[in-house]
């Protein structure tokens, strides 16, 4: 059973707007969360990440929100540019012990110019 | 070259082949990672290699067989596979594995596009 759920498989979003990516996880003990961006023929690159303790971290125009009691976290992207369009990964890995990251299935975002 | 190189990128093969899958990284890291994305399914872990020692193996078929002769050299030697073996195999690095407290960020390679006929 999947333990990172991207439910949304594609998002469309005017350039100049807010997009919002989601991702539910189910296992408790996860306290570590990453976002991947993946564009065509190259691997995933790490994005952005936050640890279980906080509930938000920020980096320009990317926002991770972290919401530990719904075990949800959201990526926003403000303002979205073209070159945003990709494939958006959420991975989810426990700090304590081992590096295994769990993924999602992705979300592929295109902005519209 | 800099970052997490792959080839081949693409790579066709019989069910009967044997044939292998290389990577590189150029970051000085200690950790390798080979992961499998099948399509509409996540990136699933297949090993680990940490100091060039397998740390985990997640339950793959031995017709699947990692080597990792280096800390910067990981081989996947792929033999007798099935159509449904086809998929988007990605190799990663990080700097540690499980050194506990963090969890060190994995830099992917562009990833092999293997089709078993």
């Known amino acids: 059973d999947q333990q990172v759920k991207q439910n949304s498989p594609s998002l469309s979003v005017q350039e100049g707007r807010i997009s919002i990516l989601n991702c539910d996880y189910t296992n408790s003990m996860f306290d570590y969360f990453l976002w991947y961006k993946k564009y065509p023929a190259e691997g995933p690159t790490f994005l952005i990440s936050i640890s279980s303790i906080k509930d938000k971290n920020e980096d320009g125009r990317f926002t991770v929100f972290l919401n530990k009691s719904a075990k949800h976290l959201s990526l926003h992207i403000v303002p979205s540019q073209p070159g945003d369009s990709a494939v958006y990964f959420c991975a989810a890995s426990e700090q304590t012990g081992a590096n295994n990251l769990f993924f999602g299935t992705g979300t592929r975002l295109t902005v519209i110019p | 070259e800099t970052g997490v190189t792959q080839t081949p990128r693409h790579l066709v093969m019989g069910m009967t082949n044997k044939k292998s899958l290389k990577c590189e990284q150029h970051?000085?890291?200690?950790?390798m990672y080979w992961y499998k994305q099948s399509a509409k399914k996540p990136l699933e872990l297949m090993f680990v290699y940490s100091l060039e020692e397998r740390v985990e193996n997640n339950s793959v078929p031995s017709r699947f067989s990692p080597e990792c002769p280096n800390s910067s050299h990981l081989f996947l030697h792929l033999h007798t596979l099935q159509p449904e073996d086809s998929a988007l195999y990605l190799c990663a690095s990080s700097r540690t594995y499980g050194a506990g407290g963090h969890t060190d960020t994995q830099y992917f390679g562009p990833g092999t596009r293997l089709t078993v006929l």
């Open positions: 970051l000085g890291h200690n950790a």
